[in-house]
């Protein structure tokens, strides 16, 4: 088994700053692609940020230049600094975590509890 462990969210006002983190641990012999989603109340989950374990990195367009996703390859931690924050943002916030789980494969696709990140205007 895989298990993540979010956290970071919060309340802030707009153009704050916040910054999340997700753990994973158990069964893991590597890691593909490391994400975060958000999905605010009514609406669909939608695609935040991405990196690979080249260190790629993939963005929303409505994050760009805002948002910055970062990870630890040695010890599965990554990160999503939040800058310049909008109402808009406001969501729940799940981290995602797709590789393998041992040498011969055994494809798992984890994910986080989820944290709530609040916007005021």
């Known amino acids: 088994q895989v298990q993540l462990v979010e956290s970071g969210g919060g309340l802030v006002q707009a153009g704050g700053s916040l910054r999340l983190s997700c753990a994973a641990s158990?069964?893991?012999?590597?890691?593909?692609?490391m994400g975060w989603y958000r999905q605010a109340p009514g609406k669909q989950r939608e695609l935040v940020a991405t990196?690979?374990?080249?260190?790629?990195?993939n963005y929303a367009d409505s994050v760009k230049g805002r948002f910055t996703i970062s990870r630890d390859n040695a010890k599965n931690i990554f990160w999503l600094q939040m800058n310049s924050l909008k109402p808009e943002d406001t969501a729940v916030y799940y981290c995602?975590?797709?590789?393998?789980?041992?040498?011969?494969?055994?494809?798992?696709?984890?994910w986080g509890q989820g944290t709530q990140v609040t916007v005021s205007s």
């Open positions: 995602n975590v797709k590789g393998n789980m041992y040498w011969w494969g055994r494809f798992f696709d984890a």
């Open positions: 158990g069964s893991i012999f590597s890691i593909n692609v």
């Open positions: 990196i690979t374990s080249g260190g790629s990195t």
